[in-house]
């Protein structure tokens, strides 16, 4: 056997014959309101969402839905590769697969003609050193007295 239930307006509780109050509001929109305390509540214009018990509130907090729906699943990435401004795919690959030998074997010429590069540099110059620490210059102490900041007196 169904029973006719009617929904609460504020709690969307339940509510079953010969209990609950019908409220026409003055646009005569009946209401449903399954207790004194809805009622209440509803006569002080009180938002549903505000209120913990509600099923307005539950809602809006995510509550009581993981009995309901199962949690989505996140799908994986794939990776691919891609050329970069420098090197084609082609490239990228080939130094992937090749020895780590061979590489440093590269990385030891590619280091010694950059240090070819600076020794030539450095005979073009003209063997001009930098001046030794603490030649020409010397520190000036700082004044202490006098207004400065911290209001230094002066005599």
């Known amino acids: 056997m169904v029973i006719a239930t009617e929904l609460c307006a504020l709690s969307e509780y339940r509510i079953y014959p010969g209990n609950g109050k019908l409220m026409i509001r003055r646009d005569g929109k009946p209401l449903w309101l399954g207790s004194s305390k809805a009622h209440s509540l509803t ?37 691919v590769q891609r050329a970069v401004v420098g090197a084609t795919l082609e490239d990228i690959r080939k130094k992937a697969t090749e020895k780590s030998s061979v590489r440093s074997a590269q990385r030891e010429a590619a280091l010694k003609e950059v240090k070819g590069r600076k020794t030539a540099a450095k005979g073009k110059s003209g063997g001009r050193k930098a001046a030794p620490k603490g030649s020409t210059f010397q520190k000036v102490p700082k004044h202490m007295g006098g207004k400065g900041k911290r209001g230094g007196t002066q005599r």
């Open 43 to 79: 006569l002080q214009r009180k938002k549903a969402a505000k209120l913990v018990w509600t099923q307005a509130w539950r809602r809006l907090h995510k509550k009581g839905l993981t009995e309901t729906a199962a949690k989505k699943r996140t799908r994986r990435v794939n990776k």
